[in-house]
């Protein structure tokens, strides 16, 4: 059982955490806004949302949520299709009630059944994208948007020829120079942060933005031709009043509701959702060095009450995100109250200083979240689930490539259909060990019995010749599915006739519903 977090012992870690997601999370908010057609306020909306709202009512220490690059294409689909934004708002509202119902039919269950080698291969296929999908912004090519997933782009390109088109063509020096030296100082620090002092609460994806924006000050007084320009930083929009920041919000139209394109976005929205947040909590408890376990059905409470309230202020769906979530981890988070900083950092800096935001350069940050993408998907890890076997490397490395040549969730799924598939295979294996000598017949259930092996306990009792002695032996099991009751019942009710002695090692009774029920004369317990 969790505790309430205590805040006054994690604030030192919590704060300069926080300040460091915001800082990740603020492009990536506009990003996936840009890509899924909505205003680019709308995903800053989805980001404050998802660090106050979701923050305060979720009880996972570590998950960040926020608009999702594995929802754009669910989302411009529904803007396009539906009469105005103001309703696809209105299905986001719906969502989010949908998904309260989810949390309320403990619906937070079934990600419970996800196999491990799934949830470590999502977390390293999110390494690699990273790193291939940063390195191009690290150069200074940012024609792909910020938090893009997919592989192939809408202009026919995809993640591989951008990637080696970013640094064999169009590589922007200023852009390059930041990027390395960032990418330089990240690994350097990781290793030389004092253990004791002041400076081990300082995370060095901050100082990395402050090397960015004066670095890129100092381009432009003693080398102009290197200067990053406004396309190649972050881009917050401005209001110029209080009036006209509070007129960037937009509020859901709930006139349209007997539109039944409403209510199936509403569901598709509530379904993809709910699956991605709670693939990616689990991911973030597999990472967090205090290995504790996040409630899940607390978990699509708090995002159905997130999407409730993002859509009722004019903001994009939120779920809980990997990438935020692992940047929170890797800058030294230690419990939620950074979840929560990090959407009030969004939400001040967004209406105070959005003119200094727009001074950070991409670079700096794709540096940030490349170092990210590296310490989720270290070859360390690849070795290590080769060691445990087919079994846990092969739906590992399928779910890694289907993720890296497809999208998040169509990668996972492909995962998952393997991963169950090495699980049935591994239910399908021997169970049962039948031997005989003379009129001696043993047959032994070495684990429990589920009804896929019905097959071979028939098969096994088929062996049995008449007038034999015939010992079942299930004291190895403490389950034992009630069709294979039914099959040793029939057995036993026809040894009889047989002349076969049937003895039951094992109080099948606490073990099955109901009771073996033939009669005392033709099988004995021990």
């Not at 404050?48 to 979720?58: L, P, T, Y």
């Not at 569901?267 to 504790?292: F, G, N, Q, W």
């Not at 967004?350 to 940030?368: C, Q, R």
């Not at 009771?515 to 317990?525: G, H, M, Q, S, Y």
Request: hydrophobic share 50%; with cysteine; proline share 5%.
């Amino acid at each position: 059982m969790q505790h309430s977090p205590d805040f006054r012992a994690s604030w030192r870690a919590d704060l300069p955490a926080s300040i460091v997601v915001a800082l990740v999370a603020l492009p990536l908010c506009l990003g996936v806004a840009l890509a899924s057609g909505a205003p680019l306020f709308s995903g800053l909306i989805a980001g404050i949302v998802g660090g106050i709202v979701v923050g305060a009512v979720s009880r996972s220490p570590l998950s960040v949520s926020g608009p999702a690059a594995g929802l754009t294409v669910i989302v411009f689909e529904a803007i396009d299709s539906l009469p105005s934004y103001q309703v696809f708002l209105a299905a986001v509202v719906i969502a989010g009630a949908l998904q309260l119902a989810f949390s309320f039919s403990r619906a937070g269950i079934l990600s419970e059944f996800v196999p491990s080698s799934v949830i470590t291969g999502m977390l390293a296929a999110i390494g690699l994208i990273l790193i291939l999908k940063q390195v191009p912004h690290a150069v200074g090519y940012d024609a792909d948007y910020e938090g893009s997933f997919e592989f192939f782009a809408a202009d026919g390109s995809n993640t591989l020829s951008t990637f080696w088109v970013s640094v064999t063509q169009l590589i922007t020096p200023g852009a390059v120079v930041i990027g390395v030296v960032s990418l330089c100082f990240l690994f350097w620090w990781d290793q030389a942060r004092p253990k004791n002092g002041p400076l081990r609460f300082v995370p060095g994806p901050l100082i990395v933005v402050m090397i960015g924006v004066l670095g890129n000050a100092l381009f432009a007084m003693i080398r102009p031709d290197w200067h990053l320009g406004p396309k190649h930083l972050v881009q917050v929009p401005m209001a110029s009043s209080f009036s006209d920041f509070a007129g960037l919000l937009t509020f859901p139209d709930f006139t349209a509701l007997g539109n039944t394109a409403v209510w199936t976005t509403a569901v598709t929205l509530a379904i993809v959702a709910s699956l991605e947040s709670m693939l990616s909590v689990k991911a973030v408890d597999e990472i967090d060095p205090k290995r504790r376990t996040t409630d899940k059905n607390r978990e699509l409470l708090a995002q159905g009450t997130g999407n409730v309230v993002s859509g009722l202020l004019g903001g994009l769906p939120v779920t809980s995100v990997i990438v935020r979530s692992s940047a929170n981890v890797d800058s030294g988070a230690e419990s939620k109250l950074s979840t929560m900083l990090h959407g009030f950092w969004l939400l001040v800096s967004v209406a105070l200083i959005p003119a200094v935001l727009n001074l950070i350069p991409l670079s700096a940050l794709a540096a940030v979240l490349i170092a990210t993408g590296y310490k989720l998907t270290k070859p360390k890890l690849f070795i290590e689930r080769y060691k445990q076997g087919w079994s846990q490397f092969v739906p590992f490395v399928v779910t890694v490539m289907a993720i890296l040549f497809t999208d998040l969730l169509e990668g996972i799924v492909i995962g998952l259909v393997v991963g169950f598939a090495f699980v049935i295979g591994r239910n399908f294996r021997t169970a049962i060990t039948f031997a005989h000598e003379g009129d001696d017949c043993l047959l032994r259930a070495r684990r429990n019995l589920y009804f896929m092996h019905k097959y071979e306990l028939q098969q096994a009792l088929e062996r049995v010749p008449d007038g034999a002695n015939l010992l079942i032996d299930l004291s190895s099991t403490n389950y034992v599915d009630l069709d294979n009751v039914d099959i040793i019942n029939a057995f036993i009710k026809g040894a009889a006739f047989r002349d076969i002695r049937v003895l039951v090692r094992g109080d099948i009774a606490d073990r099955t519903a109901p009771l073996i029920n033939a009669p005392a004369d033709e099988v004995r317990f021990i």
